[in-house]
């Protein structure tokens, strides 16, 4: 029955509620580029997220994956909602952006190799009928520095299968740090955050199919993986060191997000400079309700 | 039915399950010029870009949710309204800073700057927009414009259904490049009187021969987000913090323009997100 008001959401919470703190470090030095989007899937302090096994087989990713926030079921006959969240990063740090995630789905391949041998990225068994994920493209071994097209083959909120092309300007580009996505603009310093890009009126992805590569693809030592992510929300921080909060319920338009019974969070970041090396704690405040 | 309450908010997007989370991640076809309002239709990524019809006065044609360029959105279950909640926009590209409009892009024509008076057909606004609503005009370059400033006007039905209304002279810039506003401004001042159109009727070629092509586009705006700081997300509550909860008819054609502080090319995501009651 969800939420059916916010004095029901506030009784709930303080009744079913669950704060859900996390720490990720981000001293590793993988920033790349200003406002270029990384993933905190390696950073997680409690258990460090792996990619999964190179040129492998597809997986499912659950709140029991190894860098997913450490969530508790909801209640019986409940579904868990996203009520708000709230962060701080360190006064030596910088401001950013961080966009929280549920990672359902991910296959990791040699760069400039396409994967899918084991069969296609497929969401559809954990969201909702019509529902679309969005492609992440990350880098998960440094990478060269060449850009080429790819081609992604997938199926849209109507499961009919499309396709859409990243088509770089140039054909040189950065060298790849782990954990920052690939960029879907000319490889030098405009970025977008790196949701590979949709054809027609195509909302978002249920299943990467597969991925296309031109022919003479340079295969270097570095590695790619895709993911298929839910979009759940986000927070800006714009001063280091000032905590900043999101309230879903009683704020921002009201609009809780139901997540999957085992999700398995995560985040963006969009950082403000080239060295945001620090720590960035919070909470998620997540609300069982029937 | 409408929201009458913001816990029917709460309620559609936890009992009924009738919020939308739109997503988009959009960079601009073109970079922008400081201060010159730009149109977003062409810029590529999620969802995918936009284009025109054929050139030509004839060629009108409505624009709805089905349109490659639009944000795709489920309409309103039978017997509900869907309204705006909120939007939230990043932008991620050095010093691209300004405002981002949402709208829902009604209906265009594809025209050439020195498009030949004559009837316009097949922009017409009245299949979306309730009795008593008006659309406002905005003209982007789809082509660069020659270094000539052209004048025009254009005829129109307006919100109240009156015919034979008539714009003021409009100057077309000299040397405008493509998205961006083929005029001085944003929105097309109405004669007077008036606060918007329903359908765009005629086009009367006062003077220039330049060369080029802009658009003339029926357009409903409905949220405004300013983007002050890079890479920091902006939010916009319609429903507690600015209270606007814009219709979002069946089949909007739901879209960006952006007013720019400066000349870059402008790399941006959100959502936008509508529920309905």
Same mark, same amino acid.
């Given at each position: 029955?969800?939420?059916?008001?916010?004095?029901?959401?506030?009784?709930?919470?303080?009744?079913?509620? &669950?704060?859900?703190?996390?720490?990720?470090?981000?001293?590793?030095?993988?920033?790349?580029?200003?406002?270029?989007?990384?993933?905190?899937? #390696?950073?997680?302090?409690?258990?460090?997220?792996?990619?999964? %096994?190179?040129?492998?087989?597809?997986?499912?990713?659950?709140?029991? @994956?190894?860098?997913?926030?450490?969530? &508790?079921?909801?209640?019986?006959?409940?579904?868990?909602?996203?009520?708000? $969240?709230?962060?701080?990063?360190?006064?030596?740090?910088?401001?950013?952006?961080?966009?929280?995630?549920?990672?359902?789905?991910?296959?990791?391949?040699?760069?400039?190799?396409?994967?899918?041998?084991?069969?296609?990225?497929?969401?559809?068994?954990?969201?909702?009928?019509?529902?679309?994920?969005?492609?992440?493209?990350?880098?998960?071994?440094?990478?060269?520095?060449?850009?080429?097209?790819?081609?992604?083959?997938?199926?849209?909120?109507?499961?009919?299968?499309?396709?859409?092309?990243?088509?770089? +300007?140039?054909?040189?580009?950065?060298?790849?740090?782990?954990?920052?996505?690939?960029?879907?603009?000319?490889?030098?310093?405009?970025?977008?955050?790196?949701?590979?890009?949709?054809?027609?009126?195509?909302?978002?992805?249920?299943?990467?199919?597969?991925?296309?590569?031109?022919?003479?693809?340079?295969?270097?030592?570095?590695?790619?993986?895709?993911?298929?992510?839910?979009? *759940?929300?986000?927070?800006?921080?714009? !001063?280091?060191?000032?905590?900043?909060?999101?309230?879903?319920?009683?704020?921002?338009?009201?609009?809780?997000?139901?997540?999957?019974?085992?999700?398995?969070?995560?985040?963006?970041?969009?950082?403000?400079?080239?060295?945001?090396?620090?720590?960035?704690? =919070?909470?998620?405040?997540?609300?069982?309700?029937? | 039915?409408? $929201?009458?309450?913001?816990?029917? /908010? *709460?309620?559609?997007?936890?009992? @009924?399950?009738?919020?939308?989370?739109?997503?988009?991640? +959009?960079?601009?076809?073109?970079?922008?010029?400081?201060?010159?309002?730009?149109?977003?239709?062409?810029? #590529?990524?999620?969802?995918?870009?936009?284009?025109?019809?054929?050139?030509?006065?004839? !060629?009108?044609?409505?624009?709805?949710?089905?349109?490659?360029?639009?944000?795709?959105?489920?309409?309103?279950?039978? =017997?509900? #309204?869907?309204?705006?909640?909120?939007?939230?926009?990043?932008?991620?590209?050095?010093?691209?800073?300004?405002?981002?409009?949402?709208?829902?892009? *009604?209906?265009?024509?594809?025209?050439?700057?020195?498009?030949?008076?004559?009837?316009?057909?097949?922009?017409?606004? %009245?299949?979306?927009?309730?009795?008593?609503?008006?659309?406002?005009?905005?003209?982007?370059?789809?082509?660069?414009?020659?270094?000539?400033?052209?004048?025009? #006007? $254009?005829?129109?039905?307006?919100?109240?259904?009156?015919?034979?209304?008539?714009?003021?002279?409009?100057?077309?810039?000299?040397?405008?490049?493509?998205?961006?506003?083929?005029?001085?401004?944003?929105?097309?001042?109405?004669?007077?009187?008036?606060? =918007?159109?329903?359908?765009?009727?005629?086009?009367?070629?006062?003077?220039?021969?330049?060369? =080029?092509?802009?658009?003339?586009?029926?357009?409903?705006?409905?949220?405004? /987000?300013?983007?002050?700081? *890079?890479?920091?997300?902006?939010?916009?509550?319609?429903?507690?913090?600015?209270?606007?909860?814009?219709?979002?008819?069946? !089949?909007?054609?739901?879209?960006?323009?952006?007013?720019?502080?400066?000349? &870059?090319?402008?790399?941006?995501?959100?959502?936008?997100?509508?529920?309905?009651?």
């Amino acid at each position: 029955m969800g939420i059916p008001s916010i004095a029901a959401g506030q009784d709930d919470m303080v009744k079913y509620g &669950q704060r859900v703190p996390f720490t990720f470090n981000y001293t590793t030095g993988n920033w790349g580029n200003t406002f270029a989007a990384h993933s905190a899937w #390696t950073m997680n302090l409690n258990v460090a997220g792996a990619f999964p %096994t190179l040129d492998g087989a597809p997986r499912i990713c659950t709140s029991a @994956t190894p860098g997913a926030l450490r969530v &508790q079921a909801p209640l019986a006959g409940s579904s868990l909602y996203v009520v708000g $969240f709230d962060v701080e990063v360190p006064s030596t740090s910088t401001g950013m952006t961080l966009v929280l995630l549920d990672r359902i789905c991910d296959i990791q391949a040699t760069e400039g190799a396409a994967p899918f041998a084991s069969g296609a990225l497929d969401a559809t068994s954990k969201i909702a009928a019509g529902e679309t994920c969005v492609c992440l493209t990350e880098v998960s071994a440094t990478t060269s520095t060449s850009v080429y097209a790819t081609q992604y083959n997938y199926t849209n909120q109507a499961n009919a299968a499309n396709n859409s092309t990243y088509s770089p +300007k140039t054909t040189t580009g950065f060298a790849g740090l782990v954990g920052q996505l690939m960029s879907y603009s000319d490889g030098s310093q405009t970025y977008t955050p790196s949701y590979a890009p949709l054809s027609g009126t195509d909302a978002g992805m249920r299943t990467l199919t597969s991925i296309t590569l031109p022919s003479g693809s340079v295969v270097a030592p570095g590695a790619i993986t895709y993911s298929l992510c839910r979009v *759940i929300n986000t927070i800006s921080i714009p !001063n280091a060191g000032t905590p900043e909060c999101r309230d879903f319920l009683t704020q921002n338009g009201g609009t809780p997000i139901k997540l999957r019974d085992d999700p398995c969070l995560t985040f963006l970041i969009l950082p403000q400079s080239t060295a945001p090396d620090g720590v960035f704690n =919070g909470y998620v405040n997540l609300l069982s309700a029937p | 039915m409408g $929201f009458t309450g913001f816990d029917q /908010v *709460i309620n559609a997007w936890t009992v @009924t399950l009738t919020g939308q989370k739109l997503l988009f991640s +959009k960079i601009s076809a073109t970079a922008s010029v400081a201060n010159i309002p730009m149109d977003h239709w062409k810029a #590529t990524g999620m969802p995918a870009a936009g284009a025109y019809g054929t050139v030509g006065k004839a !060629n009108g044609r409505v624009t709805t949710s089905s349109t490659t360029g639009s944000m795709p959105f489920t309409n309103a279950p039978g =017997g509900t #309204t869907c309204n705006l909640i909120a939007e939230e926009a990043t932008v991620i590209t050095t010093s691209a800073t300004g405002s981002l409009i949402l709208v829902d892009f *009604i209906a265009d024509v594809l025209l050439d700057y020195s498009e030949t008076t004559g009837t316009i057909v097949g922009v017409d606004a %009245t299949s979306r927009l309730p009795s008593g609503a008006g659309a406002q005009l905005w003209l982007p370059v789809v082509t660069g414009f020659s270094a000539v400033a052209n004048t025009w #006007t $254009f005829g129109y039905t307006n919100q109240a259904g009156v015919s034979s209304r008539t714009t003021p002279t409009i100057t077309g810039v000299a040397s405008r490049a493509a998205d961006k506003s083929a005029t001085a401004g944003l929105w097309t001042a109405l004669q007077a009187g008036d606060t =918007g159109i329903r359908t765009l009727d005629t086009i009367t070629h006062a003077t220039g021969a330049g060369t =080029g092509q802009f658009a003339a586009k029926l357009v409903r705006p409905l949220g405004t /987000v300013p983007i002050g700081t *890079i890479g920091l997300c902006v939010s916009r509550d319609f429903v507690v913090e600015l209270p606007n909860m814009e219709r979002i008819y069946d !089949n909007s054609c739901l879209g960006f323009l952006w007013l720019p502080t400066g000349a &870059q090319t402008p790399s941006f995501f959100g959502e936008v997100r509508v529920a309905s009651n």
